[in-house]
């Protein structure tokens, strides 16, 4: 059976194809400027790639291009509709509402359209509109809702709660919920596998690096707590989001810089973060670039990045009673020495010892950057968000 993954944003949409007898991508591409003049599509399939400069007003015509260059001459990889078994969507953000992996129902979607949009109002209504589109196209075919959220939905009541009146959390859904859960369930379950444990038998922080970052405490093979909040925000400073900052900071920067609440929040995920610090970038090799070229504020912005995200991992390592194993991914976590010794650095005093030289190397796969006699692992993974969300589609059918 093949799985079409869909990942929708407000102007784009990514695919991938995945064979799941032998979890291969067959085909994957994008559209990119949906309902903005200039909309294009880069295609591959077949050791092949096209690219198609179509206007696409809206998710439906992108849909509907995809599934043309699904079978298209020189690309094409099916000969029907009929063999894509079920499609899954990347959706952002729950809420309370969904737990898990759920199959489209006109009940479901009502209940994502219209409890969880203001959860994620960037996000949520472009998936659904990406969803509606295929429910159109392909309206024999299942559909799947796989949320970002789900994997954190062990947390204990003590790790989501925050601090403010239960009733208002029980009125309003206030908590935190996590993002990135797709990543950190993957490497998580990655690492368990390469170590040759079960993961029950596993205490793991699992390090999601990228342009937004997340950390986890994976216990036995469940999330336990995680940096990220109610929304994507919080957590450690990111590319251009602010992370944690203390509320009343917020009140008093607005009232400075004379904005409304909505355009603090936009200040806080768009202005800040190391692209904030720096002053000069979001990028992370722009950074490193930087650094080496004697910008201070570059070289603040890493370190300001490590120490947080170390932090976490000596925070979670409490909260988890112990700790077997660290797991770098995304963006930054798999492709920065730099970073990756930043964090690791004088975490000696958990039993971490790691390798130099190993650290520098690049490689494909999972790389293991620990010393032989460090009591905690240390592991570079490569994520795959979509083949996790091709799987849990397979699995719910
Ligand atoms: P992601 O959101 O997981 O796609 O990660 C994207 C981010 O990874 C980019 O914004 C960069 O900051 C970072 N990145 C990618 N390649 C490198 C690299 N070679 N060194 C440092 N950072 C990198």
Redesign the pocket.
């Known amino acids: 059976m093949k799985i079409l993954v869909i990942n929708a944003g407000s102007s784009s949409l990514k695919y991938q194809l995945i064979d799941m007898q032998t979890e291969k991508v067959v085909a994957k591409g994008g559209c990119e400027r949906i309902g903005i003049p200039g909309s294009v599509l880069k295609a591959k399939g077949n050791g092949n790639e096209k690219t198609y400069e179509k206007d696409m007003p809206n998710h439906k015509v992108a849909i509907e291009l995809v599934l043309h260059a699904l079978k298209d001459e020189g690309i094409g990889v099916i000969k029907s509709m009929d063999e894509i078994g079920a499609v899954g969507h990347r959706i952002v953000a729950s809420g309370e509402y969904f737990k898990k992996t759920t199959l489209v129902t006109p009940e479901v979607l009502k209940t994502l359209e219209e409890k969880t949009f203001e959860l994620a109002p960037l996000h949520n209504p472009a998936a659904a509109t990406g969803l509606r589109a295929c429910m159109e196209v392909m309206p024999k075919t299942p559909m799947a809702l796989v949320f970002d959220t789900s994997f954190h939905a062990t947390m204990p009541e003590k790790a989501y709660l925050y601090g403010i009146a239960y009733e208002d959390y029980k009125e309003y859904g206030v908590r935190r919920y996590g993002a990135h859960g797709t990543s950190h369930k993957f490497v998580s379950a990655e690492a368990a596998k390469y170590l040759g444990k079960k993961p029950e038998q596993l205490k793991i922080v699992t390090c999601h690096l ?3 970052s997340s950390i986890s405490a994976v216990d036995g093979g469940k999330c336990v707590d995680t940096s990220m909040g109610f929304t994507p925000l919080a957590g450690v400073l990111m ?1 251009t989001r602010s992370g944690d900052i203390d509320a009343s900071a917020v009140e008093f920067l607005a009232r400075k810089k004379g904005l409304n609440h909505s355009e603090a929040v936009i200040y806080l995920n768009k202005k800040c973060g190391v692209a904030g610090i720096s002053g000069v970038s ?4 722009d950074l ?1 670039e930087g650094a080496k070229n004697g910008n201070n504020r570059c070289a603040l912005a890493l370190d300001m990045f490590n120490y947080q995200t170390k932090k976490f991992v000596g925070a979670y390592a409490a909260a988890m009673g112990g700790l077997d194993c660290i797991v770098f991914t ?3 976590g798999e ?2 020495p730099n970073v990756r010794e930043g964090v690791l650095e004088g975490l000696e005093f958990l039993g971490v010892k790691f390798d130099k030289n190993e650290n520098a190397k690049r490689t494909d796969g999972i790389h293991e950057i620990s010393t032989k006699d460090s009591k905690v692992k240390v592991l570079v993974i490569p994520t795959n968000e979509e083949l996790v969300i091709a799987r849990e589609t397979a699995a719910l059918l």
């Open positions: 990228g342009n937004g590319g979001s990028d992370f090799r490193d995304a963006g930054i492709n920065s």
